[in-house]
């Protein structure tokens, strides 16, 4: 089992050759006032202090696990407090952040797999997890909340993942919305939820490296990200025995605190593309008058991102293949792979479309769904209702998970009151 699950990431993590033209194409869709100036590039490598070292490693989850050197959290705290150390401890984090020179221990990791959905005898229904040492998040961690101050400018308003005043439920509240306005009309888009396989773990080091240049990122900042990430090593733990150690040549390591920004960075080309295309129509919605909207109208809707989960909108076949044009220009680009198998298409309005079914099929999308179907679709857990039937079906689910939640409560509370009488005794 350990070798198997060795050899399965040793292929995932493999480098493999990606296409310049790709790149060079996909770097043409950031604009070139779609970059940092030169004060939040400096304030990105401006020496850390002791303060804002400390400060990162008392936020930090005490409960979160160390990795292979066993040093805890709350161990680094009481450490950094320490005035003796004060000088070396802040000489190591600014030598890793201006010359990228890292201690042995932050490169090699272990990772823990949790499961997904799907098949569990496959590992690719397995989430790696990165368990990393704590000083080594600690940096991270000051990397991150420096570039999440910074980085707002630079990411399309449509993606709302892990950034800072954008949420979740924004993109639950537009899929809706934009559904309504669909089937108050009857109009034909259709909508697109794209899967992606091991997303965080196919990102290549040349795309990274090419746009957080294009980004206006100092080279400092992508020298010490580049070899952190790549050319290190990791152990996969399989029921708490370790494999030999996989060759990390590409990927985000996910577990890690910056990895979802960088992410972002990653995904945005193609984001930009979608959204910059005069191919692409998208779901215009009509101005409808609601009371409870007063006239409110949707801009014009070509994608929604929430890291890596995309919606994307569709107003004809035209619209697929420019679409699909795109998505694979990323793919040869940032070594990206679309499962399209995975990817569920469905009608705005609710209403069947037969029409669409042989394009979709036509790339390799053979799921759809619209009002017909007994059970709603979900697009990043919210509940996309098209049929008074799927709606009973929602509120029946929802009742019997409440139930269980109730459930679960009480008996949490008759074990409480079960010790405190114990106690008491």
């Not at 994307?312 to 293949?321: C, G, P, Q, S, T």
Request: aromatic share 10%.
């Amino acid at each position: 089992m350990l070798e198997v699950t060795q050899h399965f990431y040793a292929n995932l993590y493999a480098t493999e050759p990606i296409c310049l033209d790709s790149v060079e194409r996909m770097v043409s869709h950031i604009p070139d006032a779609c970059s940092l100036d030169e004060s939040d590039a400096n304030f990105l490598m401006s020496p850390f202090g002791i303060d804002e070292i400390v400060a990162q490693g008392s936020r930090a989850p005490k409960s979160s696990s160390p990795d292979s050197d066993g040093l805890s959290y709350a161990f680094l705290n009481l450490l950094f407090q320490q005035p003796q150390y004060t000088e070396l401890i802040v000489r190591v984090f600014n030598d890793v952040l201006s010359k990228s020179l890292f201690p042995p221990s932050w490169l090699e990791t272990s990772v823990c797999l949790l499961s997904k959905k799907g098949n569990l005898t496959s590992l690719k229904n397995w989430r790696p997890i990165t368990l990393i040492n704590c000083d080594a998040k600690i940096f991270t961690r000051l990397l991150n909340t420096r570039l999440a101050s910074i980085i707002s400018p630079l990411i399309s308003p449509n993606q709302s993942g892990f950034m800072k005043e954008r949420f979740i439920a924004d993109n639950g509240a537009l899929a809706q919305i934009a559904c309504e306005q669909a089937s108050a009309c009857q109009s034909g888009e259709v909508g697109l939820l794209c899967d992606q396989e091991k997303a965080y773990d196919r990102v290549h080091p040349t795309y990274l490296r090419a746009f957080l240049t294009r980004f206006g990122f100092p080279m400092g900042f992508i020298d010490s990200i580049s070899s952190l990430f790549f050319g290190t090593s990791m152990k996969v733990n399989v029921n708490d025995y370790l494999t030999q150690p996989v060759p990390l040549g590409r990927g985000l390591r996910q577990g890690d605190p910056i990895s979802p920004l960088l992410f972002n960075l990653v995904m945005e080309p193609l984001i930009k593309s979608i959204i910059q295309s005069d191919r692409i129509q998208g779901f215009l919605p009509p101005n409808i008058s609601r009371p409870y909207l007063d006239s409110f109208t949707l801009p014009l809707l070509s994608v929604l991102a929430y890291a890596d989960d995309l919606l994307i909108f569709l107003k004809d076949v035209h619209d697929l293949a420019e679409v699909q044009q795109l998505i694979s220009c990323y793919n040869r680009a940032s070594n990206a792979k679309m499962n399209y198998d995975e990817t569920v298409a469905f009608s705005v309005s609710g209403r069947p479309h037969p029409h669409w079914l042989p394009a979709l099929q036509s790339y390799g999308i053979s799921k759809w769904h619209d009002r017909n179907d007994p059970v709603p679709l979900t697009h990043l857990d919210y509940p996309l209702i098209f049929s008074a039937s799927q709606g009973i079906f929602f509120k029946n689910a929802l009742f019997k998970q409440l139930v269980a939640l109730v459930i679960f409560i009480n008996n949490v509370n008759c074990r409480c009151k079960a010790v405190q009488r114990f106690l008491i005794l």
